[in-house]
C-alpha cells in the first residue's frame, strides 16, 4: 500500500494506492498529519511522496520524515524524457498529469489540460518526451480579473446555464468567459490534432466537468490524474 499526497495551494488530495489501483482518496482543506493517520486507519504504507505546488514549511517537512516521503521535486527521478528548459519553475502537477496520461495511454501523443486556477496545457509524444505547453488563466481567474481590472462590471461565477451571445451585461461576461475559454481549448486541439490526427485528449482538475460536458466524445476526463502519475514516480523511484 502505498500513500500519495498531493498539496494544492487550495485544498489536499490524498490517496491510497495498492499497485496501480486506488483503493480510496479524500480530499482535505487544512493538511495536519492527525487527519492523514485518521485517513489511513489501520492500513500499512510502504511508501510515499508527497508534491507541493507552494512553499514547503515545517507542517509539511514533518509529515515528510514521519512517513520517510519521497519529496518530489526538480531532482527526483522521473520516467519520461523532460525537455523543459527551466525545471525549477516547473509544476509538479502539470509534470505528474503528463505522466499519469503517458502511462493511461503508452505509446501515444498525449494533449493533457489541467482545468483549475489556471487552465494548463502539456504535451508529451509517444516517446515519452515532454516537450512543454501553455498557461493561461482558468474560468475563476477571468471572472475576477474582469471585475477586479474595470470600474463597473461584476464579480460573477461559473454558470451552467449559459448564452452564446449575452444579451445584458451580465450574460454578456458569462458568455465571454465560458465561451472565450472552450473556443481557446477547441483552437488548441484542432492545431494539435492537424499534426497528430490520434493525439490523446485528456482534462483534469476542478472545471473539467464543464469541457466534458461541452467536448464530450472527442475528451477523456480523469479527476485523479495528478495522483496517478505520482503513483508511476513513486514507483520509478522505489
Known amino acids: 500500500m502505498k500513500l500519495i499526497i498531493d498539496i494544492g495551494n487550495t485544498n489536499t488530495k490524498l490517496a491510497i494506492f495498492d499497485d496501480k489501483k486506488i ?46 516521503a519521497y519529496l518530489f521535486n526538480e531532482s527526483t527521478k522521473i520516467p ?10 516547473l509544476g509538479n502537477d502539470r509534470i505528474a498529469a503528463v505522466i499519469g496520461a503517458i502511462y493511461l495511454f503508452p505509446k501515444k501523443d ?23 505547453g501553455r498557461i493561461s488563466p482558468g474560468i475563476s481567474m477571468r471572472y475576477h480579473a474582469l471585475h477586479n481590472f474595470t470600474a463597473k462590471l461584476p464579480l460573477l461565477e461559473y454558470d451552467e446555464k449559459y448564452m452564446y451571445v449575452g444579451n445584458d451585461t451580465n450574460t454578456s461576461i458569462i458568455s465571454g468567459v465560458q465561451q472565450g475559454i472552450l473556443a481557446e481549448v477547441k483552437s488548441i486541439i484542432l492545431d494539435y490534432k492537424s499534426c497528430n490526427h490520434e493525439t490523446i485528449i485528456i482534462f483534469t482538475g476542478g472545471d473539467s466537468v464543464f469541457f466534458e460536458k461541452e467536448l464530450k466524445n472527442s475528451i477523456f476526463a480523469e479527476p485523479n490524474l495528478v495522483l496517478i502519475g505520482l503513483n508511476e514516480i513513486l514507483d520509478y523511484n522505489d
Request: proline letters at 0%; one cysteine or more; a positive charge.
Open 23 to 68: 483503493v480510496k482518496t479524500i480530499i482535505l482543506a487544512n493538511l495536519e498529519l492527525t487527519l492523514i493517520k485518521n485517513f489511513l486507519g489501520k492500513i500499512i504504507i510502504s511508501s510515499t511522496i508527497i508534491s507541493c505546488v507552494k512553499a514547503v514549511d515545517n507542517n509539511i517537512m514533518n509529515i515528510v520524515n514521519h512517513f520517510n
Open 110 to 132: 498525449v494533449l493533457v489540460f489541467d482545468a483549475g486556477t489556471c487552465l494548463t496545457i502539456d504535451f508529451a509524444n509517444k516517446n515519452k518526451q515532454y516537450l512543454g
Open 80 to 89: 519520461i524524457d523532460n525537455k523543459y528548459k527551466t525545471l525549477n519553475t
